[in-house]
């Protein structure tokens, strides 16, 4: 049986780029993201030194890199992936093993 898959991306907004501007950018895509096969929740935080950090709970690993493999071909994904200082993006896919709701 596949385990449901944590996909977690650190990354810091390009120069210029607000906080609110980036947060309505984040929301304009959740209808994609609701869309992509396997997919079960999403959270975005950010530090208090603006690292920002995203996490997309998958049902597995091919709907995880499934949806990697597409975001940026949509165009309602821009705003939120052109703010987004591509030089400070980590990308990790884990297996989950424990949740408490």
Same mark, same amino acid.
């Given at each position: 049986m596949s385990k =449901?898959?944590? #996909?977690?991306?650190?990354?810091?907004? =390009?120069?210029?780029?607000? @906080?609110? #501007?980036?947060?309505? !950018? !984040?929301?304009?895509?959740?209808a994609w993201v609701e869309a @992509?096969?396997?997919?079960? %929740? @999403? @959270?975005?935080?950010?530090? !208090?030194?603006?690292?920002?950090? #995203? %996490?997309? /709970?998958w049902a597995d690993m091919d709907a995880a890199k499934a949806a990697a493999a597409e975001i940026g071909k949509a165009p309602g994904n821009a705003n939120f992936l052109s703010a987004i200082?591509?030089?400070?993006? /980590?990308?990790?896919?884990s297996e989950l093993e424990v949740v408490i709701n």
């Open positions: =449901n898959v944590i #996909e977690t991306v650190t990354f810091k907004l =390009n120069e210029g780029v607000g @906080r609110d #501007e980036f947060i309505a !950018a !984040a929301k304009g895509m959740n @992509r096969d396997g997919f079960m %929740h @999403r @959270r975005l935080s950010c530090t !208090a030194d603006g690292t920002w950090i #995203e %996490h997309i /709970q200082n591509g030089p400070t993006v /980590q990308l990790i896919h």
